[in-house]
């Protein structure tokens, strides 16, 4: 089992920056891909960025390529979520999503472990 915890949401300006992090605990021994998803209201869930065990493949949605930057720390089992140039239509709640393996994927039903989600608020 694997548990995740994100952090780092808050209320925004546009253009302003935020850094989302996600810890994983459990099972971490085991190599694992870490991604972003999020869901703004009525709307489905999305994918935002993914990066490799490695972290020398990463994948970005091209809404937020440009803008956004995925890394990772294994030593803390962390993933970042580096935000800027923030826009009101980046709002959402933010999911960290785990999958087990070493190919970086894009659909949310290819990740098996999901933290409770930070929301982000961006004003205009």
């Known amino acids: 089992q694997l548990q995740l915890v994100e952090s780092g949401g808050g209320l925004v300006q546009a253009g302003d920056s935020l850094r989302l992090s996600c810890a994983a605990s459990?099972?971490?021994?085991?190599?694992?891909?870490m991604g972003w998803f999020r869901q703004a209201p009525g709307k489905d869930r999305e994918f935002v960025a993914a990066i490799s065990w490695s972290g020398d493949t990463t994948s970005y949605a091209d809404s937020v390529k440009g803008r956004f930057a995925i890394s990772r720390d294994n030593a803390k089992n962390t993933v970042y979520l580096q935000m800027n140039s923030l826009k009101p239509e980046d709002t959402a709640v933010y999911y960290c999503?785990?999958?087990?393996?070493?190919?970086?994927?894009?659909?949310?039903?290819?990740?098996?472990?999901w933290g409770q989600g930070t929301q982000v608020t961006v004003s205009s």
């Open positions: 459990g099972r971490t021994f085991t190599r694992y891909i």
């Open positions: 999503a785990v999958r087990w393996g070493d190919s970086v994927r894009t659909s949310d039903g290819e990740y098996a472990y």
